[in-house]
């Protein structure tokens, strides 16, 4: 018997901020994204739990990324 053992990332855009903000690096006035990047660890190629579960907020310009936390993300999504 053998078993199909591994890990797998995800990444889901959950929306943007919903007042405008400066992005630090382009300068630019725009609506920051937020997406949830999460690692799963997989039994026979199915997600079975995750291991770890980040947020990160993004600007959609220029690319950069910042890690924020859970409670952080909800608040600029609300």
């Keep these: 018997m ?3 053992v591994g890990v ?3 990444s889901h855009e ?3 901020y919903k007042k405008e903000g ?3 690096n382009c300068n630019r006035t725009i609506k920051l994204g937020i997406v949830r990047n999460s690692v799963w660890l997989t039994i026979f190629f199915v997600p079975c ?3 770890s579960i980040k947020y990160f907020k ?3 310009e220029c690319g950069i990324s910042a ?3 859970r409670k952080e993300a909800k ?3 609300k």
């Design 2 to 4: 053998f078993f199909l």
């Design 8 to 10: 797998q990332s995800y």
């Design 14 to 16: 959950l929306g943007f």
């Design 22 to 24: 400066t992005c630090p």
């Design 49 to 51: 739990f995750p291991l």
């Design 58 to 60: 993004f600007c959609p």
């Design 67 to 69: 890690q924020i936390t």
């Design 75 to 77: 608040a600029l999504l």
